[in-house]
């Protein structure tokens, strides 16, 4: 029997795979595909202190590998959030992060604090990357500066664990790691989306109405995967890899490399019930390959050093 269980900091996941936020509604929308108990966890899609309209149309767009993205953060504002969505996730036996997004820290630190009345979700994920707001300029996810200012502002208002959620469009990925684990955040989440567009050359129109966007699917899984590993050999603290991941391989070399869970996004718009398939073959793959636990494997990779000196 190979146990799958993982530790984020505080959190104990009954295995490494959770749904990436955006890409899974709030998490029951997906329950006749992916039972909560098969998961490790589930990302909401961003919370705003404020209902959000989101973009203009076309906000989605298809590319070679993967596809563009440009909601805009659309959604009903926190306290639709704690009226509707909340008391269904009452008794969901999943781990239950609601990512939070903002566009000053006043207003994470609002939306953080009303969410503080629901014991139903047990951490938060801050959203410091959409690159569908503020015209792409993405300064939570850009500057270090502010990045540890909102996560260490959250970090004083709850005890439940903080996750920041990093962009890959920045130059150096270990400097904002660095600066939300000095802001007080008990993880990192990599990455959020890559900056794309797309056009038409025949009629000169954009994919997206916002002309760039998001950019995520499997073309992006060795931009992510560096960005994982650079932030892992960077921080003490734990990281969850995102970006490209839609099969099981995929899944044990972000493991591999040091991050501590995973989460799953773009697959499981082609696949709804990718999360749950893997979730069931995980064990068989790890005992192929000898491991008695998924955490053996974890940061296992050769050469890897974190700055507290362990290989974990
Ligand atoms: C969006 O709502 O625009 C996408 C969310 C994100 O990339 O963080």
Redesign the pocket.
């Known amino acids: 029997m190979v146990d799958l269980s993982v530790q984020l900091g505080a959190l104990v996941l009954r295995n490494p795979l959770l749904s990436a ?2 890409t899974f509604g709030h998490g029951l929308e997906m329950e006749h595909f992916v039972s909560p108990e098969s998961l490790g966890g589930w990302v909401s899609k ?1 919370v705003t202190l404020e209902p959000r309209h ?2 203009p149309a076309p906000r989605i767009c298809e590319t070679e590998a993967g596809f563009l ?6 959604n009903r504002g926190v306290d639709s959030y704690l009226e509707k969505i909340v008391p269904a996730l009452k008794g969901v036996d999943a781990v239950i992060f609601t990512n939070v ?1 903002g566009a000053s820290p006043d207003d994470f630190v609002a939306a953080v604090e009303r969410l503080e009345e629901a014991d139903e979700v047990d951490a938060y994920e801050l ?1 410091l ?5 503020q015209g792409g300029k993405l300064p939570y996810g850009t500057d270090p500066k502010m990045a540890e200012d909102v996560t260490r502002r959250v970090r004083d208002v709850t005890k439940k664990p903080v996750f920041s ?1 990093l962009s890959p469009n920045v130059s150096r990925i270990s400097d904002m790691a660095k600066a939300v684990e000095a802001g007080g955040a008990d993880g990192i989440t990599a990455v ?2 890559l900056l794309g567009m797309s056009v038409d050359w025949r009629n000169g129109t954009p994919g997206l109405a916002t002309i760039q ?2 950019y995520s699917g499997v073309g992006m899984k060795p931009v992510a995967l560096r960005c994982a590993w650079d932030c892992v050999r960077s921080v003490n603290i734990p990281v969850i890899g995102c970006g490209g991941i839609s099969t099981l391989d995929d899944v044990l070399e972000f493991l591999v490399v040091g991050c501590s869970a995973v989460q799953i996004g773009t697959a499981s718009f082609s696949n709804p019930s990718l999360l749950a398939e893997m979730a069931e073959e995980l064990p068989a793959r790890l005992a192929e390959a000898g491991f008695d636990s998924v955490r053996e494997l974890i940061g296992s990779m050769h050469g890897l050093e974190r700055p507290g000196g362990s290989s974990k």
Not at 129 to 133: D, G
Request: hydrophobic share 15%.
């Open positions: 936020s955006g961003t989101g973009n993205n440009s909601i805009g953060l659309e997004g959203n990357s959409c690159p569908n707001v959620k959020n989306t966007g998001g």
